[in-house]
């Protein structure tokens, strides 16, 4: 099969679907592997590595999208990328398609057979959504802590507090993946630290794994309620998978936020658990609303190219040989990937999606 990595083009995403040692693995078991100019390099990985590990280097996107039978990005397809899309053509890659209905419309229209990161289900956790969350959640508390800077609108409190000043308060929203790590870093800061969490399993299991001095707090419009009026950095780490982010926060309740604050939204993505969230980009990473600091990036990870590509690589790289083989193939020999499996053949599969958006015509159960 000939397996395609174009450049990503979403706003500083740097980083790429496959690393030259996965290439290298692709090749030697048969298969063409065509790999844009560049698309490596946000990783720190060269033009000559890939070309080393047996990949040919074409020069434009349009190129890649043009031969490649199969697709592996990162991030989902942007408006530019719709019309190179090929009826057939299976695209591996993050989609989040439940907070965008033109994506998922081009799905369908252009009839390719999307296979999502973020909904392949095993044993009851998403591996290749794990990764990306562990660094997303580690990550916000340390935007957080920047953000909490007067220069950018916040409260000028150090997290990390000192002799005669308390450190910062962090409120986590969810107690998974994103959250645990969360909680994690902003412990290892010194911060004061609470997960609101509302399923009492995760709850248990939580008490079993957190860090000494992690909060742990049922949830209930109450305890937000009360919380929320006393943290200085907020972080929303809520998922439903394959559907959009339930509304956690009303506008109504963001103003019980002390100003200066600092809301990070994990879950943007899936349309943000925030109602005042809206997404914005690394170059453009804030904004302010009722005096309290918005960091709503959707590509977080991608600040942190060369960790989160080798994550991501290493758990994509075995539905990648498996995907290689063919849809009808992949499908039987790995059942996990039809959870995954978003859109075929002018189909959408994902009744999450399909109910978002009203398209419940366009729905069909899984093959």
């Known amino acids: 099969m000939i397996i395609g990595v174009p450049k990503e083009i979403k706003n500083n995403e740097n980083r790429v679907g496959l690393t030259p040692q996965a290439v290298k693995v692709l090749v030697a078991v048969g298969h063409q592997v065509v790999v844009e100019t560049g698309a490596g390099s946000g990783s720190g990985f060269s033009d000559l590595q890939y070309q080393e590990a047996g990949a040919e280097s074409l020069a434009s996107g349009s190129s890649v999208w043009g031969i490649a039978e199969l697709v592996v990005k990162v991030k989902e397809p942007v408006a530019i990328e719709y019309p190179l899309m090929r009826a057939g053509q299976i695209v591996f890659t993050y989609f989040h398609l439940a907070a965008n209905r033109e994506l ?48 950018f609108g916040g409260s000028g409190l150090l997290p990390t507090g000192i002799d005669g000043a308390p450190p910062a308060s962090v409120l986590i929203l969810g107690g998974g993946v ?32 957190s860090p000494k001095g992690v909060e742990l707090v049922p949830s209930s419009p ?37 100003p200066g604050s600092v809301v990070v ?15 914005t980009t690394h170059s453009q990473p804030t904004y302010v609303e009722e005096g309290v600091v918005h960091y709503c990036v959707g590509n977080m990870p991608g600040a942190y190219a060369r960790t989160a590509t080798l994550a991501l690589g290493e758990a994509t790289l075995p539905y990648c040989l498996t995907l290689a083989k063919g849809i009808k193939i992949a499908l039987a020999e790995n ?33």
Request: with cysteine; glycine share 8%.
């Open 335 to 367: 059942t996990a990937l039809q959870s995954g499996l978003a859109t075929y053949q002018g189909h959408l599969l994902a009744r999450p999606v399909a109910e978002a958006f009203d398209l419940m015509s366009r729905w069909r159960e899984k093959p």
């Open 178 to 209: 994103v959250g645990q790590n969360a909680a994690q870093v902003a412990i290892g800061l010194g911060c004061r630290v609470a997960i609101l969490e509302i399923d009492p399993q995760k709850l248990s299991y939580l008490k079993k794994v």
């Open 222 to 258: 109450d305890t937000l309620k009360e919380r929320l009026q006393k943290a200085d950095i907020i972080i929303g780490a809520v998922l439903i998978p394959g559907a959009q982010a339930p509304k956690l926060v009303s506008f109504e309740q963001l103003k019980l936020i002390e």
């Open 265 to 279: 939204d994990v879950a943007i993505d899936q349309g943000g658990c925030f109602a005042s969230s809206r997404m």
């Open 104 to 151: 998922t419309m081009a799905c369908l229209d252009r009839q390719i057979t999307a296979m999502a990161y973020e909904t392949i289900l095993v044993d009851g956790g998403l591996p290749l959504l794990k990764p990306m969350s562990a660094v997303a959640g580690r990550m916000s508390v340390l935007v957080g802590a920047y953000f909490l800077a007067r220069p």
